[in-house]
T-cell receptor
Framework: ETGVTQTPRHLVMGMTNKKSLKCEQH?????MYWYKQSAKKPLELMFV???????ENNSVPSRFSPECPNSSHLFLHLHTLQPEDSALYLC???????????FGPGTRLTVT | AQSVSQHNHHVILSEAASLELGCNYS??????LFWYVQYPGQHLQLLLK??????LVKGIKGFEAEFIKSKFSFNLRKPSVQWSDTAEYFC??????????FGPGTRLSVLP
């Protein structure tokens, strides 16, 4: 399934690095999402973009910075992360909020 | 706050056993309901969804779920599980067409 792609699939970064996660959806959807999936915790919604505008930011630390340049692309810029930020970061898209979401494979992030 | 609970953290079954995974949500308003599955090493996939109409919905791979509004529940069922159903199962709810709230997940292990 290639509806939602994410790169890179794995990322190891130091606490002082700056990196970006990329998500692309090929489904013609108008809403995109970033989630954090940690072991033994429910999926945490981080950011929501609808029609390329950020509509929700669930109290995410400023070291995570999203960007949505168009309806098909979503980025998550990372800087000065902490080890507890190590997790699987999932991107999803949907045709309108509240409809079923389609997920990418995720980026496995390890902060050392 | 709106929340979704899943009754079991880990379920272990033998092949051909019947499966029922519980899901309850906290709010009594307008909801859309979903079940997702995450096979080991794979991305989240939609199993089935309910928006309106017949409260018994059928999904892929022989799964079905029943919406019982009076009980705020949306339980997932399968009459006979296979080893390949080993995965993590997530219930999700949108309230008034807004963002998904995911349950914590239930890990299903099917013994051959």
């Amino acid at each position: 399934e290639t509806g939602v792609t994410q790169t890179p699939r794995h990322l190891v970064m130091g606490m002082t690095n700056k990196k970006s996660l990329k998500c692309e959806q090929h489904l013609g959807h108008n809403a995109m999402y970033w989630y954090k999936q940690s072991a033994k915790k429910p999926l945490e919604l981080m950011f929501v973009y609808s029609l390329e505008e950020r509509v929700e930011n669930n109290s995410v630390p400023s070291r995570f910075s999203p960007e949505c340049p168009n309806s098909s692309h979503l980025f998550l810029h990372l800087h000065t992360l902490q080890p507890e930020d190590s997790a699987l970061y999932l991107c999803a898209s949907s045709q309108d909020r509240g409809r079923e979401q389609y997920f990418g494979p995720g980026t496995r992030l390890t902060v050392t | 706050a709106q929340s979704v609970s899943q009754h079991n953290h880990h379920v272990i079954l033998s092949e051909a056993a019947s499966l029922e995974l519980g899901c309850n949500y906290s709010y009594g308003g307008t909801v859309n309901l979903f079940w997702y599955v995450q096979y080991p090493g794979q991305h989240l996939q939609l199993l089935l969804k309910y928006f309106s109409g017949d409260p018994l919905v059928k999904g892929i791979k022989g799964f079905e779920a029943e919406f019982i509004k009076s009980k705020f529940s949306f339980n997932l069922r399968k009459p006979s599980v296979q080893w390949s159903d080993t995965a993590e199962y997530f219930c999700a709810v949108t309230f008034y067409g807004q963002n998904f709230v995911f349950g914590p997940g239930t890990r299903l292990s099917v013994l051959p």
